[in-house]
């Protein structure tokens, strides 16, 4: 009887290492808004283990939205890491590409209050860059939004 307990544990052990070892360290995430509506929904975010093959992030759940006047609009958003560590999203507000938004957060749940200028040379507005954060970070964006 023995034999038999020591077979089933060892392969239950087997079973929580390979579990454990395909959670990976970090993600990527890239954000987004929905172009049918100019991003009046928000961003929303994807994320990639890989950086290729992509999924929804919390079902498609905005993490945050324009609050610029009438048009609440978010065009091209984009996240990049502050030095602090922070997450830093920009946003073109006008089709024009002349006005844009930024919002901080520590956690991708909550945002600080969003601040609004006039377009500067160093803002990317052809592409969302793709964002590099630790596994345990998604996971409590994915509790959040449950």
């Known amino acids: 009887m023995k034999p038999k307990l020591i077979i089933v544990s060892i392969a239950i052990a087997a079973m929580v290492t390979s579990a454990m070892a395909e959670e990976p360290d970090s993600v990527y995430i890239m954000p987004f808004a929905e172009t049918h509506n100019t991003g009046r929904s928000g961003m929303k975010l ?4 890989d950086g290729e093959n992509w999924e929804m992030l919390c079902d498609g759940r905005t993490v945050i939205r324009s609050d610029w006047g ?12 502050t030095a602090d560590g922070e997450y ?4 073109q507000i006008s089709k024009s590409g002349q006005i844009y938004a930024q ?3 520590e956690n991708l ?4 209050r969003q601040r609004y200028f006039e377009k500067k040379k160093q803002i990317a507005t052809k592409h969302s860059p793709i964002v590099k ?3 345990n970070e998604m996971q409590a964006v994915i509790n959040h939004f449950q």
Do not use: D, F, Q, V
């Open 46 to 49: 994807k994320w990639s283990s």
């Open 70 to 81: 009438s048009w609440k609009t978010m065009i091209n958003p984009c996240i990049e890491r």
């Open 88 to 91: 830093l999203a920009t946003w």
């Open 103 to 105: 919002a901080k957060s």
């Open 109 to 112: 749940i909550t945002w600080e």
């Open 133 to 135: 954060i630790g596994y």
